[in-house]
């Protein structure tokens, strides 16, 4: 079945530091990708999302970019904030399951001053 | 915008018991709701998928007379777990699509169930 592999957090970094969460994914056909984020308290919420291979998602300062050829939907962010910290999720729809979220197991992301 | 709530947010009861989780989208129709469980340090497992008015279609492994949806309105779904025993306490999490389509779900904060 589909599955989706993220980095092992937590993740502690200092503010300005630049950020990269790995996240790979095994999927029949063409799935969409998405990054997902939850700060503390709240519900997930949609942080980035690409359809279709070499797309590149951005939003608030982040980007990741869907490589099919890797199977990989990496996130990245060139100078992190303490207002990041959060659990990151990578997620994946197939292509046939419209809205059937399968999640990897979520990286916490701290950063200090 | 996009807002959906979950009542009560941590509930603890006694093995036995049944307990009801309400999803409430509160600024738009929520077509289709999803239920996820979540363990401590893991990811996010899609429970079931229900759409106002009709059945709720469970992914494989997931007992449904033991966890009952109902999508009665299109601004409220509930989960009631029944009989619960301690291997259901989990954080269960709740979310929701509308006219924005499936690639806009909005997720609820999730309850925390604990069963003694």
């Known amino acids: 079945g589909d599955s989706v592999t993220q980095m092992e957090g937590p993740v502690t970094l200092s503010e300005e530091a630049f950020l990269t969460i790995n996240c790979t994914y095994t999927?029949?056909?063409?799935?969409?990708l998405f990054w997902y984020v939850q700060y503390p308290g709240e519900g997930l919420q949609l942080l980035l999302k690409?359809?279709?291979?070499?797309d590149k998602g951005s939003n608030k300062g982040f980007e990741a970019t869907y490589r099919k050829e890797t199977t990989s939907f990496h996130l990245e962010k060139g100078s992190v904030q303490v207002s990041d910290s959060a659990v990151y999720f990578c997620?994946?729809?197939?292509?046939?399951?419209?809205?059937?979220?399968?999640f990897g197991q979520g990286t916490i992301l701290t950063v200090h001053p | 915008g996009a807002v959906v709530s979950q009542h009560p947010s941590w509930v603890i009861c006694k093995s036995g018991t049944s307990v009801k989780i309400e999803c409430r989208s509160l600024?738009?129709?929520?077509?289709?709701m999803f239920w996820y469980r979540q363990f401590p340090k893991q990811s996010l497992m899609l429970m079931a998928t229900?759409?106002?008015?009709?059945?709720?279609?469970?992914e494989q492994g997931v007992e449904k007379d033991k966890f009952l949806i109902n999508h009665a309105s299109l601004t409220l779904s509930t989960l009631t777990v029944t009989s619960a025993h301690p291997e259901d306490s989990s954080f269960y999490i709740c979310?929701?699509?509308?006219?924005?389509?499936?690639?806009?779900?909005?997720f609820g904060p999730g309850t925390r169930l604990t069963v003694l």
């Open positions: 997620a994946l729809t197939p292509g046939t399951s419209y809205g059937k979220l399968t």
């Open positions: 600024d738009f129709q929520a077509t289709t």
């Open positions: 979310s929701a699509t509308g006219t924005g389509g499936a690639y806009t779900q909005y």
């Open positions: 999927a029949t056909g063409y799935p969409s």
């Open positions: 229900s759409n106002e008015g009709s059945k709720a279609t469970y």
């Open positions: 690409a359809t279709k291979a070499d």
